[in-house]
């Protein structure tokens, strides 16, 4: 029997959420409007009709309260992977360069939720 250890690599914890979240790619014309899954101060997995190279990177627009300012967030795919009996994608988006009101927000809208 063999014992295969996953190492967490996450620096802060992820609160399942469903989000509506828009995504912006650098390198296409189109924008993926779809729903977080989970999301932590560092990034988010959401749902996704199309796959993306790991490393794009895209804008990101993520709605915490409906009649609120989206949060802006640049980010860059961290991985892909298909979903099982679906012609769907599961994305792990890692942000980067995160403005510290933007962190701030979110920060206070991830306590909230994880209490």
Request: charged share 25%; glycine share 4%; hydrophobic share 35%.
């Amino acid at each position: 029997c063999m014992v295969i250890q996953t190492v967490e690599r996450r620096t802060s914890p992820r609160v399942r959420t469903y989000l509506p979240v828009r995504m912006h790619l650098r390198q296409a014309p189109w924008v993926i409007e779809t729903l977080t899954k989970d999301v932590s101060l560092h990034g988010m997995r959401c749902v996704s009709p199309t796959s993306c190279p790991v490393s794009s990177e895209l804008r990101v627009e993520l709605s915490l309260a409906q009649g609120q300012e989206p949060l802006t967030v640049s980010g860059r795919t961290a991985w892909f992977r298909m979903i099982a009996h679906s012609d769907q994608f599961d994305l792990g988006i890692a942000f980067t360069n995160i403005p510290p009101e933007i962190e701030r927000r979110l920060s206070t809208y991830l306590d909230r939720l994880s209490r």
